[in-house]
């Protein structure tokens, strides 16, 4: 049986070494993780510091990059001809017709348990599904997340993925300083500018800004 996902074999090439990226599947208490590694990592006697990314990842990052609600292989194989892992993460994509398009990693899983605390975000954040605004709560005394009120009002036989995802403190600072172009989020600019985030249960966020401007960001 061919393995449909495959189609990433031959289209992405480390930009740390220049070595191409194969698939790796890993068995972990019953459970089957595919990745996507440098091939410098496997082969003895040579090393490689590029970022690894799942197979569910990367899928979701091309659907993202092409415009798809859901990553299709058929469009992947006709539009994208490459793929190039750069050193801080970012993905390069080289189109089949011309032309490049980048995809920025905000590292996100680097700051799940950073412990931050942002008062700016208050009255801010609100579900699409329910249009009810975000509360902030401390998980295991150690770090921060926001979650949809509205959860808590839902009965234990209603579905919570009706809601928009919790969503950890530091992910909403780095996903909105992206969102404002900026390194670090500078919490007096962020209540100026930002009127509203509505989250959607697929993780994905709308920014209204003050100046009537609207962007999206998507989850991957
Ligand atoms: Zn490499
Ligand atoms: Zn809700």
């Known amino acids: 049986m061919l393995n449909p996902t495959y189609c990433f074999t031959g289209k992405i090439t480390c930009g740390c070494c220049g070595m191409p990226f194969s698939r790796n599947t890993r068995i972990s208490k019953g459970r089957r993780y595919i990745q996507w590694v440098c091939r410098a990592k496997k082969e003895l006697g040579m090393h490689c510091s590029s970022v690894n990314f799942s197979e569910d990842t990367l899928e979701a990052i091309c659907a993202q990059v092409l415009g798809l609600p859901s990553f299709q292989e058929d469009i992947f194989m006709a539009q994208v001809a490459t793929i190039t892992v750069e050193q801080n993460g970012n ?23 950073t412990t931050t605390v942002t008062d700016a975000f208050q009255d801010k954040v609100f579900c699409a599904a329910c249009g009810k605004p975000y509360h902030r709560v401390k998980c295991a005394k150690k770090w921060i997340y926001w979650y949809c009120i509205g959860k808590k009002r839902t009965g234990a036989d209603q579905d919570p993925s009706h809601h928009g995802p919790n969503i950890p403190d530091s992910h909403l600072r780095r996903i909105s300083a992206y969102m ?3 390194e670090e989020l500078n919490d007096e600019g962020f ?11 697929d993780g994905s966020m709308e920014y209204h800004f003050t100046d009537g401007r609207k962007a999206q960001w998507q989850k991957t």
Do not use: C, D
Request: glycine letters at 10%; hydrophobic letters at 40%; a positive charge.
């Open 180 to 182: 404002m172009g900026a």
């Open 191 to 201: 209540k100026a500018q930002v009127e509203r985030i509505t989250v959607q249960p």
């Open 91 to 113: 993905l390069l994509f080289t189109m089949a017709g011309g032309g490049t398009r980048e995809w920025e990693n905000l590292h996100l899983s680097r700051y799940r348990h």
